[in-house]
């Protein structure tokens, strides 16, 4: 009932933080990819594609609440095709994304809450976030990504929320949590668009690791 396959993935994640008196520089990039290929396929397929920059810049406000600004970009590394079969039955592909198509680059100030490195929160209640696309992938009548035929960017103003959390649940298991959600004042603030990742990290030796990631 199954079909061979040969697949790898790669990826990256890895924090570098700054502190010095009043300022606070937190930063995290996170990379991935990931391709199949199955019997009955023509052709290699993804299963993951992401590369995706934080960071936050705080100034001590009061307790532990920094005035902060924040950047957030996220891309991916190839070429996205959509499958499907031609009159024959045989599979054919027609690409949809590319590298910087989409990219999106979200940014703004707001207010910084940090426990410690594995407990931190930034809420940025005027954040601008700006979608880039390749034109010649946009359609008529149709938005692709939000942006409309002809053009390549699309601008929104909104609420920012992001929170990270990472807690050990039992001896050399750890849990690495990430949410980042938005809300565009300019259309549709109701509709939230959601980003939520979950790394669980089990420590086998000093040299293996086996790692569970779930994404929303």
């Known amino acids: 009932g199954g079909e061979n396959n040969l697949s790898g993935n790669l990826s990256i994640n890895y924090d570098f933080n700054y502190k010095k008196d009043d300022l606070t520089w937190d930063n995290k990039v996170l990379a991935s990819y990931g391709l199949i290929q199955t019997k009955n396929s023509d052709f290699e397929k993804k299963t993951d ?8 810049l ?3 406000a009061f307790g532990e609440w920094y005035y902060s600004f924040f950047l957030n970009f996220r ?3 190839t070429k996205g095709y959509v499958y499907s079969k031609d009159a024959n039955g045989k599979e054919i592909r027609t690409q949809y994304t ?12 707001g207010m910084f809450w940090k426990k410690n490195d594995n407990l931190k929160v930034n809420l940025a209640p005027l954040t601008s976030k700006i979608t880039f696309v390749d034109s010649a992938f946009t359609l008529p009548e149709k938005a692709y990504f939000g942006v409309e035929e002809g053009k390549s960017t699309r601008y929104e103003l909104g609420f920012y929320a992001s929170g990270y959390y990472k807690l050990g649940l039992m001896l050399n298991v750890t849990m690495e949590n990430t949410l980042n959600l938005y809300s565009n004042y300019l259309e549709d603030p109701q509709n939230i668009d959601l980003d939520y990742t979950m790394n669980l990290a089990m420590r086998i030796n000093r040299y293996l690791t086996t790692n569970l990631v779930f994404q929303a």
């Open 75 to 77: 891309t991916q590394f």
């Open 49 to 56: 594609d992401r590369f995706e920059f934080n960071s936050v």
């Open 98 to 109: 590319d590298i910087f198509s989409p990219a999106y680059l979200t940014f703004g100030p």
């Open 58 to 60: 705080g100034r001590k």
